[in-house]
C-alpha cells in the first residue's frame, strides 16, 4: 500500500497554527487573543485538532493545579457556578499512597510539596472543551476532524501545516466525497499534539532537536510510559478521595517487573476513575499491561470499591517520562514544542496539565514579541526555551530530574533515593541517565520469564473487547490503514521465535492477534479499527517493525467525561 497523498489543492493564510486542541494548544491561542487585544494587535490564530471533536483523544487522571487555571483566566473563580462554569470537579480532600502486596496495603508517607491537597480532579476533555468555547469567543479558529499530516519547509524554516485527505479507501485512492489537503501557512507554528506526536516526531528527527550538542551534551533518550484509565459508577461513593499505589503488581523488586502505579480517584458522587501506569522500559517480554490492570482491580483495597459498579469509559495513552534528562531544544525557526509533545510532564508529581496550561501561556508572549520585531528565527524565539527552564515549574523538573530514573534499581532503591532527592531539594551533584530507548529494553524471552496471570472474568475484571466497548471508538469501514508494518514478515519470524508477539499483550487494544489458518501456518492481523492512538507500539516493537501513521481525521476514540 502507498502513502497517503498530502497534495493539497487549497492554501490558507493565518498568524499562527496550533496543532493539537489540548491544554498547551488552547492556552497559548487563548493568551494569545488576550495579549493581541491588550497591544492592539489582531493575530489570525487557528487550531488544528484530529480528533472528531475537541476532547474526544484526551485522556489523563487527573488533578489540575487552579492556580495554573487563574494564571491563564484570572477571573476562573467567578465561573465556577453559572451556564459556562468551569467544568472542574471536587477538591482533593483525603490524599494517600499506599505500597500493595497481593493480599495487603501498607501506607507509606507522602511527603510535603508533593501532595496535591491544593488541586482539584477534572475531566482533561471537558476542560478543553471549556477553552475551546473560550477561545472561539475571542476569535480562534477551532478545526476538528483535521489532522495535520505534514510539516511546510522553506529549507530549515517550519513555514506551516498540510491536513491530511479525506475520503480515501483502503488502498489510498479518492472515494466519493473525497476531499483534499488544505496547505495552511503561518510565520509561527506551534506543536502541542500531546506524547509522541506525529508531527512533531518528525521535526524533532529533521532538525535533531532531541540530539545531543552544545546545549545539552548528556541529553538522554525520551522515556515513555503507558497509562490505562477506567471511569465506573460506583454508587453510594463520596467525592474527594485520591489514592496512589506503588508495588504489586508492578513489583519493580522482582526481576523483569516494571516501575508504575495504580491510582483511583473519586471526583464526584457515585463516580470512580482508576488505573494503571506503568513505564514502557520493562524487560519481561511476556508482561500485559492490561491484565496487570486487572489484577490491580481485584486487589483487597480496590475491589470493595467496585461492587455494583458500572464501567463508563475505558481508554490508554503513552506519557513521555523522560524528564528533565530528555527534553529537546524546544524553539526552533518558525516553531515552538509546548506542552507534552515538548516533554514537559513532571515525573514526581505527575503535574503535566498545568504545565501545559503553563508552557501555553509563555509560548504566547514569545510569539507576541516575535510579531513585534518580525522576527521567527530560531534565535529570536529561543526565549522560550529559557523561559520554561527558568520558571518555576521548569525549576521543578529539574528538582525531580532522578527520581523516576532512581527506580530502575528497583522499589526499595528507587523509594530511599526519592526520600534523599526530596530532603536535597533536587541538588544531588549527579544526575542519572537514561541509557537506551524503551524498545531496546525489552528482553528475548527466557524460561525465567513469567507471563501475567489473567484474573477471573468475574466483576469488575474486564476482558479487551468489552473496554473497548466504552472507548467510543469510529472508524470508516473503507479507510486508509495507518498501523504499517515495515517488513510483513518480522511479526511471524523473529518476532514470534524471539520475543514471543509483545505486541499482542503491550497493546491495550488488542489491535493485533496471530491465529492458524487451514493449512496449519500463522497468520498475522491487524485490527487498525481498534487502535485507541495510544502509540504504544510506536514505541516499544523491539523489532521497530510497527510504526503509527496518521489516520483520516475525526477517527479513533471518542472519550466522554475522561
Not at 469567543?137 to 491530511?164: C, K, N, T, Y
Not at 520558571?391 to 527520581?403: D, E
Amino acid at each position: 500500500m502507498g502513502e497517503i497523498p498530502i497534495t493539497a489543492m487549497e492554501t490558507l493564510h493565518f498568524d499562527v497554527i496550533i496543532v493539537g486542541a489540548g491544554p498547551a494548544g488552547l492556552a497559548t491561542a487563548c493568551h494569545l487573543r488576550t495579549l493581541g487585544a491588550e497591544q492592539g494587535r489582531d493575530l489570525a490564530v487557528c487550531v488544528l485538532e484530529k480528533g472528531a471533536r475537541v476532547g474526544s483523544h484526551l485522556l489523563s487522571g487527573a488533578l489540575l493545579d487552579p492556580r495554573a487555571l487563574a494564571a491563564l483566566v484570572p477571573e476562573w473563580a467567578e465561573r465556577e457556578h453559572g451556564e459556562d462554569a468551569v467544568p472542574l470537579e471536587s477538591p482533593v480532600l483525603e490524599e494517600s499512597l499506599w505500597l500493595l502486596t497481593p493480599e495487603r496495603a501498607h501506607p507509606l508517607p507522602l511527603p510535603r510539596g508533593w501532595r496535591h491537597d491544593h488541586c482539584r480532579m477534572v475531566s482533561l476533555g471537558n476542560l478543553c472543551r471549556w477553552l475551546a468555547r473560550r477561545a472561539t469567543q475571542q476569535g480562534v479558529e477551532i478545526f476538528p476532524g483535521f489532522a495535520a499530516a505534514a510539516p511546510l519547509w522553506e529549507g530549515e524554516r517550519l513555514v506551516g501545516v498540510v491536513s491530511g485527505p479525506l475520503g480515501l479507501d483502503q488502498a489510498g485512492q479518492p472515494k466519493a466525497g473525497f476531499q483534499p489537503g488544505i496547505s495552511l501557512r503561518a510565520p509561527i507554528t506551534v506543536l502541542a499534539e500531546g506524547c509522541r506526536g506525529f508531527l512533531s516526531g518528525q521535526i524533532i528527527h529533521r532538525l535533531g532537536l532531541a540530539t545531543p550538542g552544545l546545549a545539552n551534551k548528556n541529553r538522554s533518550p525520551q522515556r515513555y510510559a503507558i497509562g490505562i484509565k477506567e471511569l465506573w459508577e460506583t454508587p453510594g461513593s463520596r467525592a474527594g478521595a485520591v489514592l496512589h499505589t506503588l508495588g504489586w503488581p508492578l513489583d519493580a523488586a522482582r526481576q523483569q517487573a516494571p516501575h508504575g502505579g495504580g491510582f483511583l480517584y473519586q471526583p464526584r458522587a457515585n463516580r470512580t476513575a482508576l488505573g494503571l501506569v506503568v513505564d514502557l522500559n520493562y524487560k519481561n517480554p511476556l508482561f500485559d499491561p492490561f491484565l496487570a490492570l486487572q489484577q490491580w482491580k481485584n486487589h483487597p483495597m480496590i475491589a470493595p470499591r467496585l461492587r455494583s459498579a458500572r464501567l463508563l469509559g475505558y481508554g490508554a495513552r503513552t506519557l513521555s517520562v523522560g524528564g528533565w534528562q530528555s527534553l529537546p531544544q524546544m524553539a526552533f525557526a518558525g516553531g515552538l514544542l509546548v506542552g507534552d509533545s515538548a516533554g514537559l510532564l513532571n515525573t514526581a508529581t505527575f503535574q503535566g496539565i498545568g504545565n501545559g496550561l503553563a508552557a501555553g501561556r509563555l509560548a504566547a508572549e514569545t510569539i507576541l514579541a516575535a510579531f513585534g520585531q518580525q522576527d521567527f528565527s530560531g534565535p529570536a524565539l529561543q526565549h522560550y526555551t529559557q523561559a520554561v527552564l527558568h520558571s518555576p515549574w521548569g525549576r521543578a523538573l529539574r528538582a525531580v530530574r532522578n527520581v523516576r530514573p532512581g527506580f530502575a534499581a528497583g522499589l526499595w532503591p528507587g523509594l530511599l533515593n526519592a526520600l534523599w532527592e526530596k530532603s536535597v531539594a533536587g541538588n544531588s551533584p549527579w544526575t542519572f541517565r537514561w541509557r537506551r530507548q524503551d524498545r531496546d529494553c525489552l528482553q528475548a524471552v527466557r524460561r525465567d520469564h513469567r507471563p501475567t496471570p489473567s484474573p477471573e472474568l468475574v466483576h469488575p475484571t474486564l476482558d479487551r473487547a468489552t473496554a473497548l466497548a466504552c472507548s467510543g471508538l469510529h472508524y470508516e469501514a473503507d479507510q486508509p490503514v495507518h498501523l504499517r508494518l515495515r517488513d510483513p514478515d518480522l511479526p511471524l519470524t523473529t518476532g514470534l521465535h524471539r520475543f514471543a508477539n509483545p505486541e499482542l499483550r503491550f497493546c491495550p487494544a488488542a489491535v493485533f492477534a496471530v491465529s492458524n489458518r487451514s493449512d496449519k501456518k500463522k497468520l498475522f492481523r491487524m485490527h487498525a479499527n481498534h487502535c485507541l492512538h495510544c502509540k504504544c507500539c510506536d514505541i516499544k516493537d523491539p523489532l521497530d517493525n510497527i510504526y503509527w501513521t496518521l489516520p483520516q481525521g475525526g477517527s479513533g476514540p471518542d472519550y466522554q467525561d475522561m
